[in-house]
Nanobody
Framework: QVQLVESGGGLVQAGGSLRLSCAASGRIFAINVMAWYRQAPGKQRELVAA???????NYADSVKGRFTISRDNAKNTVYLQMNSLRPEDTAVYYC?????????WGQGTQVTVSS
């Protein structure tokens, strides 16, 4: 089992920045993928960014150039630096951890961007 603890959400004005963190603990293998998803009211959950244990990254088109995903493998922690935030970034952000055939989710953290 893997447990995920998220932090860093909140309320920010458009153009501002926030940094999300997600720490994983438990039975963690060397090869895994850590990611951030988000879900806005009335919309499906969507992938924001993902980073593999080897370091490769991918981003949703809507956040490229504004968000940066990174990880500290020694701490089993993934970060999402969000800059130039827009009202349409408002959502609950979920941390996801995937290894082998197992998927784990954090409890979610609210990000609200005011115009």
């Amino acid at each position: 089992q893997v447990q995920l603890v998220e932090s860093g959400g909140g309320l920010v004005q458009a153009g501002g920045s926030l940094r999300l963190s997600c720490a994983a603990s438990g039975r963690i293998f060397a090869i895994n993928v850590m990611a951030w998803y988000r879900q806005a009211p009335g919309k499906q959950r969507e992938l924001v960014a993902a980073i593999r244990s080897a370091g490769s990254r991918n981003y949703a088109d809507s956040v490229k150039g504004r968000f940066t995903i990174s990880r500290d493998n020694a701490k089993n922690t993934v970060y999402l630096q969000m800059n130039s935030l827009r009202p349409e970034d408002t959502a609950v952000y979920y941390c996801n951890f995937r290894q082998e055939r197992d998927d784990y989710w954090g409890q979610g953290t609210q990000v609200t961007v005011s115009s």
